[in-house]
C-alpha cells in the first residue's frame, strides 16, 4: 500500500489549506485513514481519523472545529480541510492507513502504512 500526500504550503494565520492523499495498492475502503503532525522538534502526533466508510471521525482536541477530514473511496483519497490556521499547526503532516479504525485518539504506532510528508507553515 503506497499512500502519497500532498497540498501543503505557506499560509497566514487564518487561512485555509486542503491536504489530500491517494492510495494506492491496496482496496482503499478496508482502511481506517488518519491524519497526524510533527511539529519542528516535537513529536508527531495525532490530527484526525475516519473509518473506512467515513461514518465515524476522531479529532485531536487542538483542531476540533477547525479541520475536517473526509474520503472518497471513489477517488482513493482522503483529505483534510484546513480553516482559521494558526501558527501552531506549523509542521510536517503525514497520513497513515491502517486496517483497524480506533474511535478515539490513536497512537502514531497503532498505523501501519505512512506516506510521505507534506509541509504546512502559518505565518503571522
Known amino acids: 500500500v503506497q499512500l502519497q500526500a500532498s497540498g501543503g504550503g505557506s499560509v497566514q494565520v487564518g487561512g485555509s489549506l486542503r491536504l489530500s492523499c491517494a492510495v494506492s495498492?491496496?482496496?482503499?475502503?478496508?482502511?481506517?485513514m488518519g491524519w497526524f503532525r510533527q511539529p519542528p522538534g516535537k513529536e508527531r502526533e495525532f490530527v484526525a481519523t475516519i473509518s473506512m466508510y467515513g461514518s465515524s471521525t476522531v479529532y485531536a482536541d487542538s483542531v476540533k472545529g477547525r479541520f475536517t477530514i473526509s474520503r472518497d473511496n471513489a477517488k482513493n483519497t482522503v483529505y483534510l480541510q484546513m480553516n482559521s490556521l494558526k501558527p501552531e499547526d506549523t509542521a510536517v503532516y503525514y497520513c497513515?492507513?491502517?486496517?483497524?479504525?480506533?474511535?478515539?485518539?490513536?497512537?502514531?504506532?497503532?498505523?501501519?502504512?505512512w506516506g510521505k510528508g507534506t509541509q504546512v507553515t502559518v505565518s503571522s
Open positions: 497513515a492507513a491502517d486496517l483497524i479504525f480506533r474511535n478515539r485518539d490513536p497512537s502514531p504506532r497503532e498505523y501501519y502504512y
Open positions: 495498492g491496496g482496496t482503499f475502503s478496508s482502511y481506517a
